[in-house]
């Protein structure tokens, strides 16, 4: 498995919006839910977890999209409207960044999947760990380690 070089400089599809991570990811995962695939436009989502002060939008002024809901907020270009990044309420210490925005995004490969119970039948992502629907809360802490522990 390739690590992440920091730092790392990406973008949205047109480049009004740019962005710099600078710091360890936590976690990849895949998402198949049927919400991830209305807003990716395809099977599943991916994501790669980054500590939020280790994420930086240096251009631009993303916009919320998706659902608007309260507990995620979706990140997205005003111009081209590619869904670049995600914060949860209560999960203000991570970002979950769509690793295709990063200039070099061939390091990336799902750690985990998630609801693969949703999954469309022919989509496979090669990830460690596969979930019905979410791992417990509890069990996050050792996801990352175990993760972070797999990046030397
Ligand atoms: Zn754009
Ligand atoms: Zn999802």
Known sequence: MSALNLPAEGGCRCGKVRLKVSAKPLLTMACHCTGCQSMSSSAYSLSVAIPSDGF?????????????????????????????????EGMEFFVNLRPTMLDDASWFTPFIETWTREKLAFAETGAKRSYEALPEMAAYEGLIKEYMGSQA
């Not at 930086?56 to 916009?63: I, L, S």
């Not at 507990?71 to 270009?77: D, E, I, L």
């Open 56 to 88: 930086e939008v240096t251009r631009g002024e993303p916009v919320i999209g998706g659902l608007h809901g309260s507990m995620s907020h979706h990140y997205f270009c005003p111009h081209c409207m590619t869904w670049m990044f995600t914060r949860t």
